[in-house]
């Protein structure tokens, strides 16, 4: 291995970029000793002549599974992740990244060595008591995670090689400005329209009687109209946290023990939205300061000088106690703005507050209903854990709903369900899914509920769905056929009045009300009316009427005016920013990713089946 000599420190934003790739990395090759693979196997195959570590798929894995589990907001078990795929798709962001690395090999591109002595002697890890490279601790640290020196920088210098390679491929990767701003254009258009409703009121001859032959066609056209829904008769059991909690009774110690561990949700400290930049010296800050002071610079254009994003620099919701030695400082502020230097553990920093969150306390009387009920809930649901062995062992053993209800806190009840029940059991998706699955063989076993509750079910009987004779319906059907009548009444009234409608003819000349909407956005809508009127309005010509079908009403539309983007504006310019970044972006991802592609297709790739089926029982805790 090289031996890292000490240099003069980086800036504390480089060195917090440096600390990110490269302990990444490290968590990767960490992640390989709690993995609980055998120390001997410590290779999946290999991508050219380059080696695939168990290490770097197991990250990739364990990347993959927190990304999609954040996605859908909970946790995924082992076998859900092999049938969504995830550690296909961990083995092959792998695969692309040794094919990237082989294909760097023979280019001949390589990161000196004091490029990486440079990375290992920022890692914190490395580093004594006094914030300078510890050889003996770097020694220490790798072998206490199963890693040779010589194996870690190499993977440092590949992962500085592969990013020089990935800026060489995507430099210049721009998509045209016109592109972003015909965009924009179309996203910033407003228009200023009017419209009426015609409802049957509007109607001089009076509604329509249906005869005979009317009803028996309306009622054969439209079955499913007049078609029961079917029905199954299902006795249930259940028990929810909530009708355990009523009947108990908590200990006054008990609430205040709750309250107490619950402090940081009631007692909220004052706290502000605040941004950091820090700088390698307390003149440069006071510079920095003294520009934004005089308006020569903005906030904006200092974080962009130190090469980093106000995605970099965001604390978020900070207190002044987390802020530190700059705390009271920042807390100065009476309203949003600059303020610094001020001093912080990585050097002197300006910090921008954008706004100033007043604390909140609720105290424990205001709060004693909640926590009553939340403490008794949370009883109730360990309760429910140690009623459900019973339920289920006597399910299991034969016993019918009759005799569980008998035997435990469970309540019985019967229910005629259809796909529209709802209130009670029916509102809980489980249950709906269970009683539209339910058939007459099926046993009754314990199922769970959303709210940790538990039930099971059993089907009594079922009745089709069937289609009512017209005799039984005959009401209803006369006022169907009634309504679409009156309907037809009203878009052929409409369809008259809208070729006469323009800019000279507004539609309240023609005795209706007019409404008007101005500056409306293509995803504006107005309440009340079809989700299809504001696009209309911008399909439409100007000053020519459309109409739309409204259910029981019809409408007419005329646009007014047309407001093309201001390309003038502060907030377009800026959308077109955001586009174009977007655009730009997204163009960068697909062109690296057919580079990636094609790199790998140049390689064999083996990987043994085996190996991989051992590593994914043991990283996913299987056999």
């Known amino acids: 291995g090289i031996a890292p000599m000490a240099t003069k420190k ?9 600390w990110i790739i490269v302990g990444l990395l490290m968590f ?10 055998n120390g001997t196997q410590r290779s999946l195959g290999k991508v050219g002549d380059k080696t695939v570590s168990i290490s770097s798929y197991s990250t990739a894995l364990q990347n993959e599974m927190a990304q999609f589990q954040e996605q859908i907001g909970r946790d995924i078990s082992p076998q859900e992740m092999q049938a969504i795929g995830l550690d296909q798709r961990a083995l092959n962001r792998v695969i692309s990244t040794r094919a990237l690395d082989q294909l760097v090999t023979d280019l001949g591109l390589s990161a000196g060595d004091a490029r990486v002595r440079e990375q290992v002697i920022e890692i914190p890890a490395f580093q004594g008591l006094d914030g300078e490279f510890d050889r003996a601790a770097y020694a220490e640290v790798l072998q206490r995670n199963n890693l040779k020196e010589a194996d870690f920088e190499t993977s440092l210098r590949e992962d500085a090689a592969r990013r020089v390679l990935r800026e060489a491929v995507l430099t210049g990767v721009k998509a045209p400005e016109a592109y972003a701003k015909t965009m924009v254009g179309y996203i910033a258009e407003t228009r200023d329209f009017s419209w009426a409703r015609l409802s049957k009121d509007i109607l001089v001859s009076p ?12 009622h054969s056209q439209n079955p499913a109209e007049f078609t029961t829904l079917a029905a199954k008769s299902i006795s249930y059991i259940w028990l929810t946290p909530a009708m355990l909690a009523e009947e108990m009774v908590i200990e006054e110690s008990d609430l205040r023990a709750a309250y107490e561990d619950r402090r940081d949700e009631f007692v909220q400290l004052p706290s502000r939205l605040v941004e950091r930049v820090i700088f390698p ?21 200092v974080v962009e000088s130190r090469g980093l994003t106000l995605q970099d620099v965001d604390l978020g919701d900070v207190t002044e106690a987390e802020l530190g030695a700059a705390g009271s400082l920042v807390f100065s502020l009476q309203e949003p703005g600059v303020i610094g230097p001020a001093p912080t553990d990585l050097g002197p920093a300006l910090f921008r507050v954008n706004a100033i969150l007043d604390g909140n306390e609720q105290s424990f009387d205001s709060v004693r209903d909640q926590l009553n009920l939340d403490v008794a809930l949370d009883l109730a ?19 019918t709903l009759e005799d569980v209800a008998t035997e435990t806190n469970l309540q019985l009840a019967t229910l005629d369900w259809t796909v529209q029940s709802e209130g009670g059991i029916s509102d809980y998706e489980e249950f709906q899914t269970a009683a539209a699955a339910v058939t007459a063989e099926d046993f009754p076993t314990l199922e769970s509920l959303s709210d940790n509750g538990i039930f099971a079910l059993r089907l009594d009987g079922e009745t089709p769905a069937e289609l009512q004779p017209l005799d039984s319906v005959r009401e209803a059907v006369a006022e169907s ?89 502060p907030q377009v310019q800026s959308l077109q920013k955001i586009l174009a970044n ?42």
Not at 585 to 590: C, I, Q
């Open 381 to 399: 649901t360990r309760q429910i854990a140690d009623i459900a062995e019973q339920v289920d062992d006597l399910l299991v053993g034969g016993a």
């Open 207 to 218: 509604a329509p009687e249906p005869s005979e032959e009317d009803l028996v066609t309306y």
């Open 481 to 569: 056929w009634t309504a679409q009548q009156i309907q037809k009444q009203l878009l052929v009234l409409a369809e008259g009045i809208a070729p006469q409608v323009s800019l000279d003819a507004p539609l309240a000349s023609f005795g209706l009300t007019e409404n008007l909407q101005d500056d409306m956005n293509r995803n504006d809508s107005v309440d009340g009316t079809p989700p299809t009127l504001v696009m209309t309005a911008f399909e439409t010509e100007l000053g020519k009427a459309a109409v739309l079908d409204a259910g029981e009403s019809a409408i007419i539309l005329i646009p007014r005016a047309v407001h093309a983007a201001d390309f003038e504006d």
């Open 10 to 18: 980086k800036s504390g934003a480089s060195k917090l970029a440096v």
């Open 281 to 301: 010296s307390q003149d440069m800050a006071e510079n920095a300061m003294a520009a934004i002071t005089e308006e020569t610079t903005t906030f904006e254009e």
């Open 582 to 623: 977007r655009i730009d972006t997204t163009l960068a991802r697909d062109v690296f990713e057919a580079f990636s592609d094609a790199a790998r297709g140049a390689v064999d790739v083996e990987i043994n089946p085996t190996t991989l089926r051992s590593v994914n029982n043991s990283l996913l805790g299987g056999g």
């Open 28 to 37: 990767g090759m960490i992640g390989f000793g709690a993995a609980g693979i």
